[in-house]
């Protein structure tokens, strides 16, 4: 019943020259998530992927149990040195986002453009 | 196309995690119909969806010969929703999530749906039915006439 989430990996250099690990997600983020999400994120190598960009460009559908896994993915980073920062959330879902206080771990920007030009 | 005072509609759900979606798309068809602000049908939306959740996983302890009943009433300026299952009610109030406390491994990531209800509704109330059984959440999101 719930949309298969799918997840890929892209590799960007920002305009200032760092390297940015992009992850696109696409589908539903709730409990059946949890490969496509921490298991993508897992298979980062943590030496090289410092910096994480997260693509919600083409999720419609978050619940408390895909927040849970994001949250649990910025543990991880934090205890990695990894900076997590996300885009394409709609209106609602960065309301949501800034209730819970994930804003304060992972910065959200309204477009993939305005992040690569801020890291 | 405005519905009459005091519709009611009536989904019946199985106990099975993806079926919130069905309970979610009623509650926005109707709070379309109302008249709702879309960013107010999102805030619906979600309140549903993680109510049902909660019925599914706690209420009905994913039984699937065990249905979750979700029960739309339109008032003139006001939808009222009751999310039931089987289970015997929730026994604690919603809490604010500490997003410091969960990054520090000292609250579970997850349990964010009941603080989310409330957050996002103008009434939540957790009601614990009579001998263990049909329990029920009751939200209410009302019309902002001045804005609509």
């Known amino acids: ?119 | 196309m405005n519905p009459p005072k005091a519709i009611s509609v009536e989904v019946r759900l199985p106990s099975r995690l993806g079926f919130e979606k069905v309970a979610m798309s009623t509650a926005s068809a109707v709070a379309k119909l109302m008249g709702f602000r879309e960013d107010r049908v999102e805030d619906l939306k979600t309140a549903v969806a993680e109510a049902c959740i909660n019925a599914i996983e706690h209420g009905n302890r994913l039984n699937e010969k065990l249905s979750v009943g979700v029960v739309l009433s339109a008032g003139e300026d006001e939808l009222e929703v009751k999310v039931i299952d089987d289970g015997k009610g929730m026994k604690s109030q919603p809490s604010k999530p500490d997003i410091d406390r969960k990054m520090h491994g000292e609250e579970d990531p997850r349990g964010m749906g009941m603080f989310l209800i409330q957050a996002l509704v103008d009434e939540a109330e957790w009601v614990a039915g009579t001998n263990g059984k049909s329990s029920y959440v009751r939200l209410v999101i009302k019309l902002d006439k001045e804005s609509e």
């Open chain 1, 1 to 119: 019943m719930q949309t298969e989430t799918k997840s890929r990996v892209d590799q960007q250099t920002t305009p200032s020259g760092h390297n940015v690990t992009v992850l696109r997600f696409e589908g539903d983020i709730a409990s059946t998530s949890k490969d496509a999400v921490l298991g993508a994120y897992q298979a980062l190598p943590k030496a090289t992927a410092k910096l994480i960009l997260l693509d919600f460009t083409k999720v419609d559908y978050i619940n408390s149990s895909g927040i849970a896994l994001v949250i649990q993915m910025l543990i991880e980073a934090s205890n990695s040195g990894q900076k997590v920062y996300a885009f394409g959330l709609s209106a609602h879902f960065t309301k949501v986002f800034t209730m819970v206080g994930i804003t304060k771990y992972a910065q959200l920007f309204s477009s993939e453009a305005e992040a690569m030009a801020a890291l």
